[in-house]
């Protein structure tokens, strides 16, 4: 595949994109305490998109009022005041001519931090791996959650919904995208081990995936014609090398339900986006997504420094290629790219002790 297809123009149903650069989701507790965007953030998004970047997903953004909330000082979307400071952002974005879509995220029992409640909330009252992020602020372990009622439940998916109608016609975002990765709520009633329940909710690898589906059909229906995507993952923040049991027969069963459902695309996240997904297997989740949710647009994820990287990312069947730390690195990665400019190596330090933007990264 030629370095140009990179830079050709690509459609997601109602937005057409600049090229096929993406800067993935990337959390970075910058806004105030009660949840509201900052200038900071405007300075801070508005460098990828005058960085050539055709498409910027937001960081998780909270939906509601509830138990969705994960971090301090992560921006939320659960009120019109909330809604009204990302219009700044978005604007900023579209000055360079770049599109941006509003990632919401509802932490569930990965919740570090909440200003409406004292208490976390999953599928079930298990307790998550690992520890809490330090550098979101975490400390210890995770506490052991509420396991969700269906009243619960209902909130949480009509949560998404507010939360998406405020994204699009308050705050001006392009298009939503559904967090159903890396052990958040929707993940982890995806997820065998943090999922124990028999309803509905629970059960094999197919319905566990019905809350995603519910929120998806939920944020559709006040969508209009902006697109409405789905990120998932097999890794999680807790758990990195997490692995579906289920292998190709899993994906087949997830991607071809997300295509059915209507997903405007489907964002796939591994630690390397290139590599096989499973053991003894030779195919990427790029490349099963791409088998398995036919027609649907695919954004893929993992570990993408170089031009070469993007590269084969898109031999595996991507039609976006999302970069992370690289984009830190280089907020100007794609117009560094075309000028074959040298790239900046991305050094980790740039999120300690605390992961919210610096002065440094906005000079």
Known sequence: MSAETIFTSFDIKSVELANRLAVAPMTRVSATENGLATQRMVAYYRRFAKGGFGLLMSEGIYPDRLYSQGYAYQPGISDDEQAQAWKPVVSAVHEHGAKIFAQLMHAGALSQANIFKDKTLGPSAELPKGEQMGF?????????????????????????????????TISGFDGIEIHGANGYLLDQFFTEYTNKRADRWGGDIRQRLNLTLAVLKEVKSVSGEKPVGVRISQGKVNDFTHKWTEKEAGAEAVFGALADAGAAYIHVTEFEAWKPAFEGGDDSLVKLARR????????????????????????????????????????DWPNKVKGRAGLTQFDFSLLQPIAHVKDEELA
């Open 136 to 168: 979101y602020r975490g400390v210890g372990q995770y506490p052991i959650p509420l396991e969700a009622t269906e009243e619960d439940i209902a909130d949480a998916i009509a949560g998404f919904g507010q939360a998406a109608r405020r994204a699009l």
């Open 292 to 331: 398995y949710a036919k027609g649907v647009p695919i954004i893929a994820n993992g570990s993408v420094t170089q031009l070469a990287d993007a590269q084969k990312v898109m031999e595996e069947g991507a039609d976006i290629v999302a970069l992370g730390k690289a984009a830190l690195a280089n907020p």
